[in-house]
């Protein structure tokens, strides 16, 4: 119904810069809310950043100053720059996006990508 891929992951050095995107495809009448989060080897998924249908955007401390997330509605992709990496930010980058996927669609919908590995070497 509808489809999240990554990409743009990679290994990188400490304090070098990676972009992340997401497209969707598929069902889609609105884009409602944009997250990207990420899961280091032996740790819980956590939220990195997101980005509400208003424009709102928050993240999370450790990457504060570090990380931009934007979106291109023509392309439905969404975008997470990420500066000044270190070795800790390494882990799978999911993007989350709740959609609403018709007009008459009672609610929104949460859909997940595949992920996308980013490897910050010191």
């Known amino acids: 119904q509808v489809q999240l891929v990554e990409s743009g992951g990679g290994l990188v050095q400490t304090g070098g810069s990676l972009t992340l995107s997401c497209a969707a495809s598929?069902?889609?009448?609105?884009?409602?809310?944009i997250a990207w989060h990420r899961q280091a080897p032996g740790n819980e998924r956590e939220l990195v950043a997101h980005l509400t249908s208003g424009g709102s955007t928050n993240f999370a401390d450790s990457v504060k100053g570090r990380f931009t997330i934007s979106r291109d509605n023509a392309k439905n992709t969404v975008y997470l720059q990420m500066n000044s990496l270190k070795v800790e930010d390494t882990g799978v980058y999911y993007c989350n996006e709740y959609i609403q996927t018709t007009p008459s669609a009672p609610r929104t919908y949460s859909f997940w990508g595949q992920g996308t590995q980013v490897t910050v070497s010191s």
């Open positions: 598929g069902s889609i009448f609105k884009i409602n809310y």
